[in-house]
T-cell receptor, first 116, second 114 residues
Framework: AQSVTQLDSHVSVSEGTPVLLRCNYS??????LFWYVQHPNKGLQLLLKYTSAATLVKGINGFEAEFKKSETSFHLTKPSAHMSDAAEYFCVVSGGGGTSYGKLTFGQGTILTVHP | GAGVSQSPSNKVTEKGKDVELRCDPI?????LYWYRQSLGQGLEFLIYFQGNSAPDKSGLPSDRFSAERTGGSVSTLTIQRTQQEDSAVYLCASSFTGGGEKLFFGSGTQLSVL
């Protein structure tokens, strides 16, 4: 079984300040972890993914995430927020065994608001 | 087309009616997923098709929900005797192998049950 918990339903930051979106996971198997972003009225877009290579993963638009096995965390960060980063972000775990190998489990989502 | 195509984009129906939602994955993608996003909720897994294997139906919320994937390509999600709690955005996604690789999402079908 696998699960994902996004610790904040809403995060609000000022433009130019750092972004931190928190995610904890549990998985019975070595997981693959992803962050997806959903902008208003648009489809989901992959930001980055971790698949047991480097623990610090760099994604698009300046985002990165660090896989910490000891803390079962995969927090998403960005050094400086832009107005265009305002969206909903989903942390996702994959890797359930057997026939559900490809099954993804999504967190509840974090809405990021960026203030001028 | 170049991406995952879903139709219709919006569907309004009356309680008790049946609805069919269609998903056209990217050509060559063997894995196809259906998800549901209800207002205020995260994405909820419904069903997963991988090649010719038996689908993983563990996420279907009731026996009113069913899905088919014909010829390893187009998929149809059917909801029978719709209820108001079925109102949600239904998202389809596909990937090349289904091993957790990059998913390509459609833009979804907004279902409203009155």
């Amino acid at each position: 079984a696998q699960s994902v918990t996004q610790l904040d339903s809403h995060v609000s930051v000022s433009e130019g300040t750092p972004v931190l979106l928190r995610c904890n996971y549990s998985s019975s198997y070595s997981p693959s972890l992803f962050w997806y972003v959903q902008h208003p009225n648009k489809g989901l877009q992959l930001l980055l993914k971790y698949t047991s290579a480097a623990t610090l993963v760099k994604g698009i638009n300046g985002f990165e995430a660090e896989f910490k096995k000891s803390e079962t965390s995969f927090h998403l960060t960005k050094p400086s927020a832009h107005m265009s980063d305002a969206a909903e972000y989903f942390c996702v775990v994959s890797g359930g065994g057997g026939t559900s190998y490809g099954k993804l489990t999504f967190g509840q989502g974090t809405i990021l608001t960026v203030h001028p | 087309g170049a991406g995952v195509s879903q139709s219709p984009s919006n569907k309004v129906t009356e309680k008790g009616k049946d609805v069919e939602l269609r998903c056209d994955p990217i050509s060559g993608h063997t894995a196809l997923y259906w998800y549901r996003q209800s207002l205020g909720q995260g994405l909820e897994f419904l069903i997963y098709f991988q090649g010719n294997s038996a689908p993983d139906k563990s996420g279907l919320p009731s026996d009113r929900f069913s899905a088919e994937r014909t010829g390893g390509s187009v998929s149809t999600l059917t909801i029978q005797r719709t209820q108001q709690e079925d109102s949600a955005v239904y998202l389809c996604a596909s990937s090349f192998t289904g091993g957790g690789e990059k998913l390509f999402f459609g833009s979804g079908t907004q279902l409203s049950v009155l």
